[in-house]
């Protein structure tokens, strides 16, 4: 069964980066079908698509936050990574995790599943 | 960017009855490859959302038959054939059919 949990600060300053931290488990993390990805809900509203990030090093990126996003993967740690830099309060946000399925090939089935429970990060001074 | 427009946001639902929700994309999802990429999730209350009808009208595994996926181009359908009280919650469509992918603003079903 896969499994992705989040961990990183809870609280984060205005203008200082927000790092975030995704384990896997349950799937191997070279996946060639696996695209790890972020995802964010601003408090009582929709969910944003981030971007997401293959293991070989492939990065798609949400343009509206392009300029301020790093995804990485450490393979090593079976973990992937987000930093947003130049935060605001607008950042603020419940910061979820999840596999995006995607065979390059087929084009099939491009879902985001699972999910992981996703940790709040507050920005604030 | 392709905007997803869900309709109603709110839906108030008597158990047992029948539930619709409506999605409407700014094109269309269908992809020169034949499928459609259009997705539906439900969030329910301090969960983390999840799948279930994938490529417009495909159920996720686990998913009771009660719901249902339907439409194409650019409407879209989610119906619930009798809502039970454990479908609370919001529930949103996404596309996948391009970068960026997008989801609908969310539709509150609650319980009458």
């Known amino acids: 069964q896969v499994q992705l949990q989040e961990s990183g600060p809870g609280l984060v300053k205005p203008s200082q980066t927000l790092s975030l931290t995704c384990t896997v488990s349950?799937?191997?993390?070279?996946?060639?079908?696996?695209?790890w990805s972020w995802i964010r809900q601003h408090p009582g509203k929709g969910l944003e698509w981030i971007g997401y990030m293959h293991y070989s090093g492939t990065t798609y990126y949400n343009p509206s936050l392009r300029s301020r996003i790093t995804l990485s993967v450490d393979t090593s740690k079976s973990q992937f990574s987000l930093k947003l830099n130049s935060v605001t309060a607008a950042d603020t946000a419940v910061y979820f995790c999840?596999?995006?399925?995607?065979?390059?090939?087929?084009?099939?089935?491009?879902?985001?599943?699972?999910w992981g429970q996703g940790t709040l990060v507050t920005v604030s001074s | 960017d392709i905007v997803m427009t869900q309709s109603p946001l709110s839906l108030p639902v008597t158990p047992g009855e029948p539930a619709s929700i409506s999605c409407r994309s700014s094109q269309s999802l269908l992809h020169r490859n034949g499928n459609t990429y259009l997705y539906w999730y439900l969030q329910k209350p301090g969960q983390s959302p999840q799948l279930l009808i994938y490529l417009g009208f495909n159920r996720a595994s686990g998913v009771p038959d009660r719901f249902s996926g339907s439409g194409s181009g650019t409407d879209f359908t989610l119906k619930i054939s009798r809502v039970e009280a454990e479908d609370v919650g919001i529930y949103y469509c996404?596309?996948?059919?391009?970068?960026?992918?997008?989801f609908g603003q969310g539709t509150r079903l609650e319980i009458k």
């Open positions: 996404m596309h996948a059919l391009q970068i960026p992918i997008t």
């Open positions: 999840a596999r995006f399925y995607h065979d390059s090939s087929t084009l099939y089935p491009n879902w985001f599943d699972p």
């Open positions: 349950g799937v191997s993390i070279n996946n060639g079908d696996s695209y």
